[in-house]
């Protein structure tokens, strides 16, 4: 469903991805896990459109996505693809519902529509009575569901997770974590989990590990998708 092609990504001299070739299923749960520096941020932000590589090519259901404009890239970052972060990033002046809302009413949802599918979101992630909250009156999981809720409310086809459990204790980041891949099931979508975190991604249906801007095979083992 995605897929990349020889990704290449460079800083300077310097090799973020040197040469990765990676497939990823609908539906599918995936963790990328790999030292400091070893090019796991980079392949997701280059998958997500987020950085273009110098080489290689980048496809979404069939079609070529590493050749769109930046304006079509924003567009489909917007309503194919859903974004957790470590911090959240969510809009500190918003409530909880607002800001689950707003690529709603980005993507052309009137307010009544998009506020209710907030609520539905926010409901289901164990936090209805917290809607009118703001981030700072949450705690970093509430906030962190907050941000799985607006990843998801526009049922993205992929979920890109960055350290999503890098701010938070070991429980709180493994609920959080399943929180994550419980809603993304309910729609389809597939997720992809950058992490530092061993144990968290032990528990995932796959893994993949890279080092040196290259991913390492023998950690690479899919579970067949029906």
Known sequence: MLSGRGLVKRYGR????AGVDIDIHTGEVLAIVGPSGSGKTSLLHVLAGILRAEEGQISLAGQRI??????????????????????GLLVMELTAEENVALPLLLGGSS???AISSARDWLGRLGLAGKERRRPGELSGGEAQRVAIARAIAHRPKVIFADEPTGALD????????GALIDSAASTGAAVIIVTHDRELAAGLPRTVSIRDGRIEPARDTAVPVA
């Open 66 to 87: 590493d050749r769109l404009s930046e304006t079509r890239r924003s567009e489909l970052r917007r309503t194919e693809f859903g974004f957790v972060f470590q911090q």
């Open 14 to 17: 310097q090799h973020a991805l």
């Open 111 to 113: 307010r009544p529509e």
């Open 170 to 177: 070991t429980r709180t980041g493994h609920a959080t974590v």
